[in-house]
């Protein structure tokens, strides 16, 4: 069975293609609103100034020919009558009164100025009377006053048709986008629906499986390129913890069974106080190696991406210490240690880091040596920086692994005297801390035939790049 992710408490599923959907509606819907509203104020805005053109027009003209007439009601009814022939669409109507407010006389529809009611006898007035009706007011003569009331409606209904029009048009394209949405969400849905099939159908640990999922849109394919190497880094990480975890029973397992051995045949028989203290003094080598071995391991484990104590301290003298430890380690195996110093050997730094990994090149020098052979060791001062030089005198580094014996538990071909294949976690542990300190560390040829280890130290320990 295959485990699904739980949900949280308070957290719900959603989909997306009802997201897509969703959204799609809320775009469609928000242009459609904003363009019908801008539409509809521009259309009534128009519609308006053609109203007050028109009625300005119709005013201008009845100015203009009743000056040419006798100022009588019937000649203004004249004029009335050839402008509504003019303009057969639209109904006018007309009220004339004397500037003392007296009638004068009505003309033109009168069924329309019943419908409109009382008039506001202002001049200059050009008013929006509701209804599709405006009325206008303006001087006649010297003496009269002329009032005209039109009904626009034919132009307010063509303007209503046509926002209705595009009313119409928005509900069927936010139809379309739900449509639209539905279709691109479950498309989107199904092509991760078939990219989690895939990766469900995989085994992480088979390195010849990989996630193909054809006919994918960019931005999912870029999302099946970023699972891929999220995957291919798992399973590197695997095979190094796997590398580590055997190369790390190996290193434990060693020691233990050199214990058991000697403890087991110490006690095959009654013995000598003096090989009593023989056997103590292996067992106390052997734990001397368990002790490194968990040292790095620690180290391993609890200094990635730490920064330890940093003082000013003098190498030479910490480095005459801790080879000392390690000059009697070798000593067991007939293996000599020189130090030789030169310089000022004073680093601001952290000095357990710096320290670890020297011990652990002289140890690395050590156990690669044969017996009868030297390890000679170099701290050189006289440069702006701190240079360290570790020669032994036993196989060498091949030149395809110089690069990759910093890895922890590397594997290589070379083999010491007790047939152990690898590097242990010492010289990973030793590029971990220069590489800290802002230095670097590589091997080359030793000149006596062996490896040459060197260090080049910063005095002050700077940002290393990540």
Not at 33 to 55: E, F, P, W
Not at 68 to 84: D, G, H, I, R
Not at 185 to 190: A, E, L, M
Request: charge should be negative; include cysteine; charged fraction near 25%.
């Amino acid at each position: 069975m295959q485990p699904t992710s739980e949900l949280k408490q308070g957290e719900k599923r959603w989909s997306l293609t009802s997201r897509v959907a969703l959204l799609s509606a809320l775009m469609t819907g928000l242009v459609s609103v904003a363009l019908i509203s801008i539409m509809s104020i521009y259309l009534n805005s128009a519609v308006r100034d053609n109203v007050l053109a028109h009625g300005r027009e119709e005013i201008a003209e009845m100015q203009a020919y009743f000056a040419t007439k006798p100022q009588t009601p019937s000649a203004f009814n004249e004029l009335v009558v050839a402008l509504q022939a003019n303009h057969p669409s639209t109904r006018f109507a007309w009220r004339v009164w004397t500037k003392d407010g007296k009638s004068w006389g009505d003309f033109g529809d009168l069924d329309q100025i019943a419908k409109v009611g009382e008039f506001d006898q202002r001049l200059g007035l050009e008013e929006d009377l509701g209804g599709g009706y405006s009325w206008f007011t303006e001087e006649l003569n010297e003496d009269l006053v002329m009032g005209l009331v039109f009904n626009d409606t034919e132009q307010s209904q063509l303007a209503a048709q046509f926002l209705l029009a595009a009313t119409g048009f928005g509900v069927l394209a936010l139809g379309f986008s739900i449509v639209g949405g539905v279709l691109v969400g479950r498309q989107v849905g199904s092509a991760l629906s078939r990219v989690a099939a895939n990766v469900r159908s995989l085994d992480a640990l088979d390195s010849s499986q990989e996630i193909v999922v054809p006919n994918l849109p960019t931005e999912i394919h870029n999302v099946v390129n970023a699972l891929g190497i999220m995957l291919a880094n798992i399973r590197r990480e695997r095979g190094r913890v796997m590398v580590m975890t055997a190369g790390l029973a190996h290193e434990l397992r060693s020691p233990i069974q050199n214990m058991l051995g000697t403890t087991e045949v110490a006690l095959l028989r009654e013995r000598e106080g003096d090989r009593y203290r023989e056997v103590l003094g292996d067992q106390i080598h052997e734990l001397r190696s368990l002790a490194r071995v968990v040292d790095n391991l620690v180290v391993l484990c609890t200094r990635k991406g730490s920064k330890g104590s940093q003082e000013r301290f003098d190498m030479g003298a910490e480095a005459r210490i801790r080879i000392e430890r390690e000059r009697r380690r070798a000593e067991r195996n007939s293996v000599e240690v020189k130090l030789k110093t030169s310089g000022s050997l004073e680093i601001d730094g952290d000095r357990e880091a710096v320290m670890l990994a020297l011990g652990n090149l002289v140890e690395n020098a050590v156990f690669w040596s044969p017996a009868g052979e030297q390890v000679k060791v170099d701290l050189n001062g006289e440069n702006e920086g701190l240079e360290i030089t570790v020669d032994d005198s036993g196989p060498g580094v091949p030149e395809a692994e110089r690069e990759k014996i910093f890895e922890a538990f590397f594997q290589g071909v070379a083999k010491s005297r007790e047939h152990r294949i690898g590097y242990g976690l010492g010289l990973a542990l030793t590029q971990d801390a220069v590489s800290a300190h802002g230095g670097r560390v590589w091997v080359e040829g030793s000149p006596g035939g062996g490896a040459r280890f060197r260090v080049s130290l910063p005095r002050v320990q700077v940002e290393s790049p990540v």
